[in-house]
């Protein structure tokens, strides 16, 4: 079983829809992460969240919001989708207690599709 | 100012040849340097990493190189193989958040 899975895997939607991307993870880590993936422009830090009641903006925030459930349950929410929002999304955890190794673990990646 | 350059952003290496991929950061609160190796349709994972105070890393066919006074660092992959073909990303985590800002990757092909 995938230690940190998402889902849908694939999303097509239409501009101004909202929609929810979901991200839970069974490695018993404490920080979650949401990054998009653009051709060329890399990985990008959405919001990360180090415990449920913990939540922090990253680089590229605007137009997203999150939701930590759970410890294991984090959730990217994009209220009004709009087309240059059309990207692949990644969900991460780390163990806060890795000394500070931060190694993140990546689930497989939504692609969303904004009409 | 928090940005990783990574270079070149696309590299074919004949099998058996050495591939090179360097980045380059400016804040000197980065503490950590990992490397991340992503085949298609995966999620990237975690291939080798660093830390600053030392100069080199070697895991395999894997080496980091790190040049503290020139803020750069360097995977070098040996012996390339076509399994090697893959997209990676250099990082480095801001050690005041515990968040890491990834280059823009560097697409390898290497030819049989």
């Known amino acids: 079983d995938a230690d940190v899975t998402q889902t849908p895997r694939n999303r097509i939607t239409k501009t101004g829809k909202r929609i929810m991307l979901e991200c839970s993870q069974t490695k018993g880590h404490d920080r979650m992460y949401w990054y998009r993936q653009d051709p060329g422009l890399g990985l990008r830090l959405i919001y990360y969240?180090?415990?449920?009641?913990?939540?922090n903006k990253g680089e590229i925030s605007d137009g997203y919001s999150v939701s930590r459930q759970a410890q294991a349950k984090f959730s990217l929410s994009l209220e009004s989708a709009i087309p240059n929002q059309t990207a692949l999304y990644f969900c991460a955890t780390s163990d806060v207690g890795d000394r500070g190794r931060n190694e993140q673990f990546f689930g497989p990646g939504t692609r969303l599709t904004v009409l | 100012q928090q940005q990783v350059k990574q270079s070149p952003q696309s590299l074919i290496v004949q099998k058996g040849g050495i591939s090179i991929i360097n980045c380059a950061y400016e804040n000197t609160a980065f503490d950590y340097f990992p490397w991340y190796q992503q085949f298609p349709g995966k999620g990237p994972a975690l291939l080798i990493a660093?830390?600053?105070?030392?100069s080199e890393k070697k895991e395999g066919r894997f080496t980091i190189s790190f040049n503290k006074s020139a803020k750069q660092f360097s995977l070098h992959i040996m012996d390339s193989q076509p399994g090697d073909s893959a997209t990676y990303f250099c990082?480095?985590?801001?050690?005041?958040?515990?968040?890491?800002?990834f280059g823009k990757g560097t697409m390898l092909l290497v030819s049989p």
């Open positions: 969240s180090f415990d449920v009641k913990d939540i």
């Open positions: 660093i830390r600053p105070d030392v």
């Open positions: 990082a480095a985590n801001y050690a005041g958040y515990s968040t890491l800002t």
